[in-house]
């Protein structure tokens, strides 16, 4: 177990490595500059190579990105090029709003999600699998930004059962969390109705019926935790799925995430902070990837760690 | 410095006008209250040595002061900080009088060493000011760092000297610039690089909380030096909100501005609610939006060619693209900026004259080019309302749809042979007809790198301009707007660009907001002049 752990620790730390060195490359052949961002349209040609020089921008790639990994290594982020903030006060500051969000989006879609998967597997082959199976089709492929602007328009214009974006109080997180749940739902409730298909033709389901058990008994007692077990342990992987949705969603929900960070970081060529924002990101994503993997031999001891 | 006012007996005192430093602010005015404005960016910094965007612009107004300021609502110079001001004959010397007694956030009154601190700070390479360029007729410029500037002396604590290198028309221009506030020397040094986040001014509001990704609060400044002002007790800055549901949130009575004003897709049902519209207020923008025509890359070497793309263009149904919110431009400058040409027509809408004079420059089959554009909405429709115009000639223009940074990139590298310039348009800096000029159609922007994207460098109309700048006198205003007006004719005569409309502001607000219109379409201040509104009840 312990070697295990050690060399899945390597093998993240190198992944980690790729990423900052892919995103670095990208950025760095990126037909845009930075330096032109930052000294505005009414810079001299001087104050604009002064910038750069400032900021190592005049370096070659190796260099620049050999700065970057030692002061990474060191725990400096840098500071944001037009903000002028530590990279590592931005995203700490966003951090808990994302985290937020990412817990409420996994409990909206394994509310979701679960009860679909098990009402499908139960109705399994009839109008209302089909209609559920269709609607979680539907859900993992609606856009998000579609879907985001829909619920705020019915739920928050319309209806004004909630506040129209931003974030502070529980009615605040409830679109931004369902939007995002309603994504996730679609591959639960996929998983959900196979898992909960294969245990119902399990043999002790066939002799827990033999035995006369009501049928709420047999689904809830026998079948239910021993189908979501699987399905609870995909939660680690969710991460990695939220990431692309939160960009969207935290934006038009004015949800002061990472995700909202990135994006406006994009538009300004912020490289420190677009760095940031992947490197977390990507560490969540693997973090997540590997506790995914530690889970899964506690819930089903078939499985064994090599 | 009495032995130098002396000798100098010829010294030039200005009298200020008197309106100006008479405005009155609107005597319904009520003080009180908390207003609402969105933004969908976080602000990037208020830091008025680097702030550069339209957004924190007239935040940091609000939050400090230069010697010189604007009339609220227009174009016209006051004074700020400065209570008077002196030019000397040869117009080198300016003398500014400190206002006695003013207090800055921290409660320190403010002296002439703070504004000699401030210009050498934002002149200072290692501040690396956006804004930097600006004051390079300051004398010792070039070799401004650390030490300082070597033409802004202290003469006493209520008087600063500056020497020019240069005589320079818009220099009190230049002072009225966010980047020439006046800062505290010891709360920038405490603050360091987060200066940007714990401003210290000498405005009309403070700083009172900044929230990073969700909002900031202003609050009055109890002290203000303007007796009167600022009205209102607190501004509240929330960001990351979209456009359209900042303006969802207005009809709701939740927001009282949308800073990034009415999203275009919105517009025509804003407007055509006429409860919705009583509540826009429209103003002229010192804006032009413009096709650049770069003049090194065939054949736009030709000046048939530049002037056949000029009638070809078919404006007015540019600004139908656009719901109307502009007007067809004839000439590089904007109408409400001083030197604007009345009464010059341009060149017409005319296609069939177009194919004429392409014929003549050897081009009757045509040709084939690039049409760079920003890819957000509207500018790729309106590359395509400018190929069609192109193709209705017999240019094919293909349109190159990138990322803002891109075409930048490409403008200034000079490889870009036409580009369609919305969403990084020229928008002045001060209300001066020269700031339309040097950096994007005189030599020094058509550098690599520079904004002068149609590579355009006339060293006749180049000497004109330095000549215009050196008229200083305000007497000789008249004289000099003349001139200036000469020198966009001659641009136009050598069709580097297209201009296409100049844009018009629609600022929208709630039914409580009070105050002049003119506050609402203030050419320096966008979207409000924060410190002369207020609310009603």
Request: net charge negative; aromatic share 10%.
């Amino acid at each position: 177990m312990a070697a295990y752990l050690i060399r899945r620790l390597i093998q993240a730390a190198l992944i980690l490595l790729g990423v900052s060195f892919v995103t670095f490359l990208l950025l760095y052949v990126l037909p845009a500059d930075p330096v032109r961002q930052i000294a505005g349209r009414s810079a001299t040609a001087e104050t604009v190579e002064n910038i750069r020089q400032q900021l190592g921008l005049d370096k070659p790639f190796f260099v620049q990105y050999a700065r970057y990994l030692g002061a990474l290594l060191q725990g400096d982020m840098g500071r944001s090029y037009l903000q002028k903030t530590e990279v590592a006060e931005l995203i700490l500051s966003r951090l808990p709003a994302t985290l937020l969000l990412m817990l409420g989006a996994i409990i909206c879609e394994l509310i979701l999600g679960l009860t679909m998967g098990i009402v499908a597997a139960l109705w399994r082959g009839r109008a209302l699998d089909q209609t559920l199976m269709v609607t979680s089709f539907v859900n993992v492929s609606a856009p998000q930004f579609v879907v985001s602007l829909l619920l705020l328009y019915v739920f928050a214009v319309k209806l004004g059962w909630f506040p129209i974006g931003g974030y502070g109080t529980f009615a605040h997180l409830v679109l931004p969390a369902v939007t995002l749940g309603i994504l996730g739902s679609g591959w639960y409730s996929r998983m959900m109705r196979s898992s909960m298909i294969d245990v119902l033709r399990a043999d002790y389901i066939r002799t827990a019926r033999a035995k006369g058990l009501t049928r709420a008994r047999i689904v809830l007692r026998h079948a239910l935790p021993n189908a979501i077990l699987p399905v609870i342990a995909m939660i680690g992987i969710d991460i990695g799925i939220f990431m692309g949705g939160i960009v969207v969603v935290e934006s038009v929900f004015g949800w002061p995430g990472i995700g909202q960070l990135a994006w406006q970081a994009i538009q300004r060529v912020d490289i420190p902070i677009i760095m940031g924002v992947t490197l977390v990101s990507a560490c969540a994503i693997v973090l997540g990837n590997l506790l995914a993997d530690l889970i899964a031999p506690l819930i089903d001891p078939r499985i064994k760690l090599r | 410095m009495k032995r130098l006012l002396a000798s100098t007996a010829v010294m030039l005192a200005l009298v200020l006008p008197a309106a100006a430093q008479d405005y009155i602010p609107d005597p319904a005015a009520k003080p009180g209250g908390t207003i609402t404005i969105t933004y969908k960016d976080d602000v990037a910094t208020l830091d008025p040595a680097i702030g550069y965007d339209w957004q924190n612009w007239s935040m940091i107004k609000s939050l400090f002061d230069g010697l010189m300021d604007y009339v609220p609502g227009t174009t016209t110079l006051r004074p700020g900080l400065a209570e008077s001001y002196e030019i000397s004959e040869d117009g080198l010397v300016y003398t500014f009088k400190l206002r006695p007694g003013v207090k800055f956030h921290n409660g320190r009154e403010m002296t002439a060493e703070d504004v000699k601190y401030s210009l050498d700070r934002v002149t200072n390479p290692e501040t690396q000011s956006p804004g930097a360029g600006f004051f390079g007729a300051i004398a010792g410029f070039e070799t401004a760092g650390p030490g300082g500037l070597s033409g802004v002396e202290v003469v006493d604590p209520l008087t600063v000297k500056i020497t020019l290198s240069r005589p320079d028309a818009t220099f009190l221009h230049v002072m009225a610039l966010n980047f020439a506030s006046v800062v505290p020397k010891e709360a920038v040094e405490e603050a360091g690089a987060d200066f940007g986040k714990k401003p210290v001014g000498t405005g009309a509001f403070k700083l009172a909380e900044w929230t990073l990704g969700q909002r900031l609060v202003f609050e009055k400044n109890a002290d203000y030096w303007r007796p009167g002002v600022p009205f209102l007790d607190s501004i509240v800055f929330e960001v990351g909100q979209e456009p359209v549901v900042a303006l969802l949130r207005l009809q709701k009575g939740e927001v009282d501005v949308p800073g990034d004003g009415i999203p275009p897709a919105k517009f025509t049902e804003v407007m055509g609610d006429p409860a919705q519209a009583a509540r826009v207020v429209v103003g002229g923008q010192l804006h032009t939006g413009y096709i650049t025509l770069n003049v090194t890359i065939p054949p736009f070497d030709k000046l048939e060619v530049r002037k056949a793309v000029n009638m070809a263009i078919n404006k007015e149904r540019i600004t139908q693209i656009i719901n109307g919110r502009a007007v067809p431009a004839n000439q590089p400058l904007p109408p409400s900026m001083p030197g604007y040409t009345e009464g010059y027509a341009g060149y017409p809408y005319d296609p069939e004259g177009a194919k004429k004079l392409l014929a003549d420059a050897g081009l009757a089959e045509g040709f084939e080019t690039e049409l760079y554009v920003m890819n957000t909405d509207p500018n790729p429709r309106i590359a395509q309302a400018i190929q069609q115009d192109l193709a209705a000639i017999g240019i094919k223009a293909n349109i190159q749809n990138l990322a803002q940074a891109n075409v930048i990139e490409a403008g200034g590298a000079g490889t870009a042979p036409m580009i369609w310039s919305g969403g990084m348009a020229w928008i002045a800096d001060f209300p001066d007809p020269s700031n339309f000029y040097g950096p994007i159609l005189g030599c020094a922007g058509a550098v690599e790198g520079g904004w002068n994207w149609s590579k355009f460098c006339d060293p006749a109309l180049d000497a004109k301009a330095v000549e215009a700048d050196s008229m200083f006198d305000p007497a000789k205003s008249a004289e000099r707007l003349k001139l200036w007006s000469d020198i966009y004719m001659g641009v136009m005569e050598q069709a580097p660009w297209v201009p296409v409309f100049n844009e018009e502001r629609y600022t929208m607000k709630s039914e409580r907001m009070g105050g002049e219109d003119a506050l609402y379409v203030d050419p320096v201040s966008i979207p409000v002049n924060y410190d002369y509104v207020w609310v009603k009840q």
